[in-house]
């Protein structure tokens, strides 16, 4: 460390309590990055664990006057490289910042960013209340990295993501202000949505350090339908007839490959030798969720599937939902992992599926895909051995090649775990120049200096 | 009109074909307002009607040569003067631009902005689909004007506002760049959310030229419950609830005012002495549609309704939705309206309620309140007569204390109909300085010269 660090160190602990500020290498160190092994992280001069929007305000500052980059994280299950810290800067970490109080007759959240996801579900439930956003990381994921990339979920098919359960945040700005956006009212108009700008923007304009979620009254207990395939690209089709007639509560993918991850990660008696495998629910309640799912079996039946089953019972559907939620714990226990996120429109859903198991044979590497298929949101999985450099290659080009194929496909290049430095390079080929230059320049107001997570994103 | 301004106008006449550029006194008074009626509009210089994107190009670029303001406008529906022109602009109408493309598979519109919303919603219907968003006045605003204030309406309850159908749009800038945000996948994270800032922007960042707006499939045929109450706070009561235990499909709120304006304008057999009216209507299917109606009515009960009726018959229904979309259209028989559009949060309907018939009485003025009760989101429309100036002031006066208590309610100036020049007073004290500076800072960037709809909004 330089003599400027030390400086930089000794202002943070001068207006930080005892313990906020860490520099302790070995301590450091589990704070440098996310889960995207791929990219290697810098080491910050200092640690902050904040447990206070006062605290955020006061390291912002003592960034600000010495332009020391800052690079904020939640509970570090990004995919996309967003919580990677850089050489020098200030790793401010929200983990400690754990509000949370549900308002019952409001029917809303005041949530700090560290709460983990799935706690916030918890404590709504006691209430008879839902918070529905639910990545498949919700038991470690933390509010404030959803907020951060506007993170969506398994049920975001029927009820939208992150940011459609924001009502106001609280947002730290580059310089140190605190401000409020947004308010308590479920439809609000006065003034520009500042709010939804700052969701998804992964750190790079402002630190959200509260949020205000609205709350649903829980759905009806879902029916479920699993349907298997031999042929991914009817299940992909499968997918965009369910979606033409009806709003599933859920409605995944998993292919052959995903399906034997999990089934070696913990045995649960999955049809390994299937192509593809549907998992469908209805939640409308009652005789309406039992028909739906009868209209879903009729449309798999349609479309070629080779085995359905159907039950109206939450806790055997659950399960169904639990293989398709363990498939990244099991697909990063197979080698070095390269997530893709990519989605397409509902009528080019086969397309993509059948596009990757084409990209997976000619680049030799292995691809497992699962995804949110109603949203046309998929995660080709890609998995290599780190240590075979042209390995490492042929992976590197297969991820460029999905991306690409996603964009001709009139696509997105992430769906919902956000930019980050995994998807940098490519952000310009899907938004353009135009729109990544007034992307800047929006960043320029909030941020003038660029500390705020700089290098990744715009 | 002074020499600078025919030089424009010619210069406008150079570039753009015959017929677009009129400047013509009596054509022009048509397109210098909205339905905002105490506000003053001013007198353009000229009026363009665009035809196509490369038109408002063409008109911007010469607005943006010799720095003249431009006044988008939609179809005029609007109810708060943001499309009131300001003397020496150039009023932009956007009516002629009426791209109406429905792409099935893909389950997504392409619209022109001057695209009717009910022939949106008809032209979907052709193909078993629906565009939800439905402002009262559906049958006769624009699309381009529901973008430009993130219009609502009766089923947002359940299904959301016109934010959430934009799956892109493309974008006139003030230089005369045209830009396109989003695309076709229903998540994207690509990037910031800039898509969702210009929409409800009012004309203030940018020209929409083209929607790109998401589908869904035909509800399921609705039910329908209606229920009337002698105190209006009681039915305020039984909305929050509602809300806190399902999620209706529709749930608008009548007060006795209302309900005898709609029956004098159109006989209807309406309960002309019940202090509030409940229209609610479930759509979840089936036997699950009458279930949520029969709870709506025991709720209804519990909280003193006089009278509860229920009908699974759909056009029934709509009757019912008839007389509440006909509220306006009545109210503006019954003198000069001052149309408020204040929020509240969910459990602060019955004080919103309540406080307006005090404010009623204290300001004696006749204020009758309509509203998308579910959303929190009600219509308190004042009406006086236009040739007493102490009835003006004391219906203004109303009129912000309605505002104060809305705020005071934790509450918004506007949750649907947008700020315009009505409402563009009260902006500050809602969202607060630091925010007012940020929003003119974001203004800047994508407006240095202040151009597009200036003196509204921000």
Not at 118 to 146: M, Q
Not at 223 to 238: E, K, L, P, S
Not at 374 to 379: L, P, Q, R, T, Y
Not at 419 to 427: D, F, S
């Amino acid at each position: 460390m330089t003599s400027v660090d030390v400086d930089v160190v000794g202002e943070l602990r001068s207006v930080l309590a005892d313990g906020v500020v860490v520099s302790d290498r070995d301590v450091v160190d589990a704070y440098r990055g996310d889960r995207a092994e791929t990219v290697q992280a810098g080491w910050p001069i200092a640690l902050v664990r904040a447990t206070s929007t006062a605290d955020v305000q006061a390291a912002m500052r003592v960034a600000a006057a010495h332009r020391i980059p800052v690079v904020p994280r939640g509970a570090g299950s990004g995919l996309a490289g967003g919580a990677s810290a850089i050489d020098g800067c200030i790793v401010l970490s929200l983990e400690r910042m754990l509000r949370l109080d549900i308002d019952p007759a409001g029917m809303y959240a005041v949530v700090g960013p560290g709460v983990i996801n799935a706690d916030v579900k918890l404590a709504a439930r006691e209430h008879g209340l839902w918070y529905p956003p639910d990545p498949s990381s919700y038991t470690f994921c933390s509010i404030g990295g959803n907020l951060a990339t506007n993170a969506g979920g398994l049920c975001c098919v029927k009820y939208g993501v992150t940011t459609d359960y924001v009502l106001a945040l609280e947002v730290v700005l580059a310089d140190g202000r605190a401000i409020r956006l947004g308010g308590r009212t479920i439809k609000d108009v006065a003034g520009y949505d500042l709010k939804r700008l700052f969701v998804g923007s992964e750190g790079t304009l402002g630190v959200i350090t509260e949020a205000t979620l609205r709350l649903r009254p829980l759905p009806p207990a879902a029916c479920t339908m699993v349907a298997t395939f031999d042929d991914i690209v009817a299940a992909g089709r499968a997918v965009s007839s369910i979606m033409a007639v009806m709003r599933p509560a859920t409605l995944e993918l998993m292919d052959r490959a995903s399906v034997n991850a999990v089934e070696n990660y913990r045995r649960m008696g999955l049809d390994t030798e299937a192509a593809a495998t549907l998992i469908a629910q209805s939640d409308s309640g009652g005789a309406q969720s039992v028909e739906e799912i009868a209209a879903m079996e009729r449309i798999a039946g349609e479309h070629g599937a080779t085995f359905v089953a159907t039950t109206d019972d939450p806790d055997e559907g659950e399960m169904f939902l639990e293989a398709r939620r363990l498939a990244f714990a099991s697909l990063f226990d197979l080698g070095t992992p390269l997530i893709e996120d990519v989605g397409v429109p509902i009528d080019r859903i086969a397309e993509l599926v059948g596009g990757v198991e084409r990209i997976a044979a000619e680049h030799d590497t292995l691809i497992a895909t699962v995804g949110h298929a109603g949203d046309g949101n998929f995660h080709p999985f890609l998995s290599f051995d780190g240590n075979d450099p042209a390995a490492a290659r042929r992976a590197e080009a297969a991820f460029g090649a999905v991306i690409a194929l996603a964009l001709e496909l009139d696509g997105t290049i992430t769906g919902e775990h956000g930019v980050g430095l995994v998807k940098a390079p490519y952000l310009v080929d899907q938004i353009g120049a135009d729109v990544l230059e007034i992307s800047r320049q929006i960043k320029a107001v909030l941020d003038p200096q660029n500390i705020l997570n700089p290098g990744k994103f715009v």
